[in-house]
């Protein structure tokens, strides 16, 4: 193995943590690692935090059910998943929109599969969460928790 420690970077990491908590903030230490033969770097982090992604892997799984499955509005996801909803006038949450593009490129969430043209924001989710709820352990009901699971094996 030629990768060598490279010392840590702190980054944070919002949306809940578990099931059934409200959005917060945490800042986890990742770790760093040079490889010596070409010098690039790469950063390690905990199972659940989403590459290039503020929020948590779980925290957009959630919010992913929540609109899809639930059919929640954008609002309420945003106040029970993000940290700053209070300080926001929006009526909406233009995020999850981003989540969404971002799962169809194949940038997030690599197994799950784009979703067709003609799907609505809230199918769309509803494909998405579902996906993630079945990458979750055997036997996993349709809840929070199994979303979570999933999306963190996913991300």
């Known amino acids: 193995m030629g990768l060598w420690g490279h010392g840590s970077r702190s980054r944070q990491v919002r ?3 578990a099931a ?3 959005g917060g903030l945490v800042t986890i230490e990742a770790r760093r690692y040079r490889c010596r033969r070409c010098g690039t770097v790469i950063t390690v982090v905990p199972r659940g ?11 957009i799984g959630l919010a992913l059910l929540l609109v899809g499955a639930a ?11 993000s940290p700053w909803s209070a300080s926001f006038d929006a009526d909406t949450w233009v995020t999850v929109r981003r989540w969404l593009l971002a799962i169809d490129q194949g940038r997030l969430f690599p197994p799950v599969r784009a979703s067709p ?5 809230r199918q769309r989710a509803e494909r998405a969460a579902m996906t993630l709820i079945a990458m979750a352990l055997p036997a996993a009901e349709v809840c929070e928790a199994a979303v979570m699971a999933g999306a963190a094996r996913a991300a």
């Open 20 to 22: 059934g908590e409200r």
């Open 117 to 121: 043209l003609a799907f609505s924001l």
């Open 71 to 81: 059919g929640a509005a954008l609002i309420e996801v945003r106040r029970r998943v």
């Open 49 to 59: 935090v989403a590459p290039r992604r503020h929020f948590a892997a779980t925290a």
């Open 15 to 17: 949306g809940p943590l």
